[in-house]
Nanobody, 126 residues
């Protein structure tokens, strides 16, 4: 079992930055693929970024490339999402997930993740 707790969300203006964190308990993150997804009202949960347990490879949605950076701190058993140049369309609840997906296709699917946090709200005003 893995318990995940996200933090760091908030209300910011377009162009600002936020750093989300996800703390894990129960097992170490290094044995899981860990990812960030987001869900806006009325929309499906969508992939943002992930770190694979296989070699620590990172993956990003096109919307996140160049602006967001995912990282893992094994000592703290946390993963972080540094979000820069935020846009109003980034507004959503951001969720941290953990699972064993390790292919380019499966790592982007929410259903491949077995554990989820409760989410943290990010609101970007124009």
């Amino acid at each position: 079992q893995v318990q995940l707790v996200e933090s760091g969300g908030g209300v910011v203006r377009a162009g600002d930055s936020l750093r989300l964190s996800c703390a894990a308990s129960g097992r170490t993150f290094s044995t899981y693929t860990t990812g960030w997804f987001r869900q806006a009202p009325g929309k499906e949960r969508e992939f943002v970024a992930a770190i694979s347990w296989v070699g620590g490879a990172t993956y990003y949605a096109d919307s996140a490339k160049g602006r967001f950076t995912i990282s893992r701190d094994d000592a703290q058993n946390t993963i972080n999402l540094q979000m820069n140049s935020l846009k109003p369309e980034d507004t959503a609840v951001y969720y941290c997930g953990a699972g064993v997906a390790n292919t380019l296709t499966t790592i982007r699917r929410a259903r491949e993740y077995d554990y989820w946090g409760q989410g943290t709200q990010v609101t970007v005003s124009s």
